[in-house]
Nanobody, 120 residues
Framework: QVQLVESGGGLVQAGGSLRLSCAAS????????MGWYRQAPGKQRELVAA???????NYADSVKGRFTISRDNAKNTVYLQMNSLKPEDTAVYYC??????????????WGQGTQVTVSS
């Protein structure tokens, strides 16, 4: 079983910054892609940013140039540095890990979600 624990959300004024973290614990063979998603009230969950095991990154157009995703493989942790935050970034942010188990099967795991609120 794999557990993901998120931290770093909170309330910030527009233009401010926050850094989210998500760490995996438990038993697994390896972690492939890691990603951050968000869901605002009344909206569908959307991909914010993703990073492959090789370090390749992908961002939603709405956050390009403002958010940076990174990973520390030794700590099984992914980060999301969010700068120049806007009120429309307000949402619950979820991390997602694509994990390879010792059976070599792949599974997706989700964090519990952390609230990010940006005031205008």
């Amino acid at each position: 079983q794999v557990q993901l624990v998120e931290s770093g959300g909170g309330l910030v004024q527009a233009g401010g910054s926050l850094r989210l973290s998500c760490a995996a614990s438990g038993s697994f063979f390896s972690i492939n892609a890691m990603g951050w998603y968000r869901q605002a009230p009344g909206k569908q969950r959307e991909l914010v940013a993703a990073i492959t095991s090789g370090g390749g990154t992908n961002y939603a157009d709405s956050v390009k140039g403002r958010f940076t995703i990174s990973r520390d493989n030794a700590k099984n942790t992914v980060y999301l540095q969010m700068n120049s935050l806007k009120p429309e970034d307000t949402a619950v942010y979820y991390c997602n890990f694509n994990v390879k188990q010792y059976t070599l099967r792949l599974y997706d795991y989700w964090g519990q979600g952390t609230q990010v609120t940006v005031s205008s």
